[in-house]
């Protein structure tokens, strides 16, 4: 820390530790665009001053906002409390579990004794309502060809020529898995 730095560290450390007993009204200030520039200015002219000053500035200025944040969120707590309707005393167990009598409740619905059934009405189109299964090859799955390079067909050569003539497939002097001499 520079000598110069001394009286700026001991003003932002009690800026520091005071904070949190500002008046509301002042840290609400905080909000005004003119007193942001403001600070901006200040964080600055301490950095220009020194690095230590600069890091406590920064740190004044952040409990600043943190203490005018938490004032905040007290103040919309409060607001918020206000809002509330007051609570009724909450019921016994015995007036809760005995059954609701201020307001009507109807009776369920008996249903008919007579079945019925559900079959499809025709709408006029074209489309049949007939079940036909599926093809019986539909879980006999095969194995599709590949190009892996080892493959005696065709497409197997093509990409042999792929990845072992442009030198895209076996590294010199590399060993890979499956490969037998």
């Known amino acids: ?3 110069n730095e001394i009286q700026y560290f001991v003003v932002l450390t009690i800026l520091i530790l005071l904070a949190p007993f ?4 002042l840290l609400i200030l905080l909000d005004n665009l003119l007193v942001r520039i403001g600070m901006i200015i200040v964080l600055m002219y301490c950095i220009r001053i020194g690095p230590t000053v600069g890091i406590f500035g920064l740190i ?3 409990a600043l906002y943190l203490e005018r944040n938490r004032r905040k969120i007290g103040l919309a707590l409060e607001k918020l409390d206000a809002m509330e309707v007051p609570h009724a ?3 016994t167990v ?3 579990s005995a059954p609701q009598k201020t307001v009507p409740v ?3 619905d008996t249903p008919s004794p007579v079945e019925s059934t559900y079959v499809p009405e025709d709408d006029g189109s074209d489309q049949d309502s007939n079940f036909e299964p599926i093809a019986p090859s539909m879980n006999q799955k095969s194995v599709l060809s ?4 080892l493959s005696s067909n065709s497409a197997g050569s093509a990409a042999q020529h792929l990845f072992e003539k442009m030198g895209l497939g076996h590294l010199n002097g590399v060993e890979t898995l499956g490969e037998s001499n």
């Open 1 to 3: 820390m520079f000598r």
């Open 22 to 25: 500002l008046p509301s009204r």
């Open 60 to 62: 004044a200025i952040s």
């Open 89 to 91: 005393p909450q019921a």
């Open 94 to 96: 015995e007036e809760a």
């Open 106 to 108: 109807r009776d369920f």
């Open 146 to 149: 590949t190009i892996y390079p």
